[in-house]
């Protein structure tokens, strides 16, 4: 039982990446996992249960990531690469980052999958503020540079790379990492 409720979440998550929230339906999952409407419904009554099961599903791992992150012993230049690395080749070419899909979407979600996705942006966010903050106190990046524009700065370069690639191809993807990994070069 619960290895088909993973299966529909994971679904569910692979659908907002290539769709987004709005755009998917039960009848998708079905089809695809070849099971009824009934049976993903026993699982999720509404789809904002599933959407919820989603975003908790992204907040765990993007806490692994933290947690991982955190851990290594790696100096604070590397921890900031790998975790935009980390971003940027989470997903397939024709992917994007299921937070950003469900972000385009948020005013269209209903109101607890609002709240969720509001709390995983708050996490991602904050993420990339500690790691910048450590690249600053080691001086990899300028410590002059407002931590919280950095950090959103980095993400959201790494992010519309992510929706620029699903249009022209990799060699965007590419190029705006390579940018932003001589950007975090000791100056």
């Not at 106190?137 to 959201?156: F, K």
Request: include cysteine; charge should be neutral; charged fraction near 25%.
């Amino acid at each position: 039982m619960e290895n088909r409720k993973k299966q529909i979440v994971d679904l569910a998550l692979k659908l907002i990446q290539q769709k987004g929230f709005v755009a998917f339906s039960y009848d998708d999952i079905s089809k695809q996992l070849g099971v009824t409407k009934a049976s993903i419904h026993y699982h999720f009554e509404k789809k904002e249960d599933l959407g919820v099961a989603v975003t908790e599903r992204i907040l765990l791992k993007l806490q692994e990531s933290l947690t991982l992150i955190k851990n290594s012993p790696a100096p604070a230049e590397e921890k900031l690469k790998q975790f935009i690395e980390q971003q940027a080749q989470r997903f397939e070419c024709i992917e994007i980052c299921p937070i950003s899909s469900l972000q385009t979407d948020y005013e269209s979600l209903p109101t607890a999958v609002q709240e969720k996705l509001k709390e995983v942006s708050r996490l991602e966010l904050r993420v990339m503020k500690e790691l910048v903050a450590e690249a600053q106190a080691a001086n990899v990046i300028n410590s002059s540079d407002d931590v919280n524009q950095v950090a959103a700065t980095l993400l959201s370069s790494v992010k519309g790379a992510l929706l620029y690639r699903r249009v022209l191809g990799d060699n965007v993807l590419a190029e705006v990492v390579n940018q932003l990994n001589r950007f975090l070069r000791k100056p």
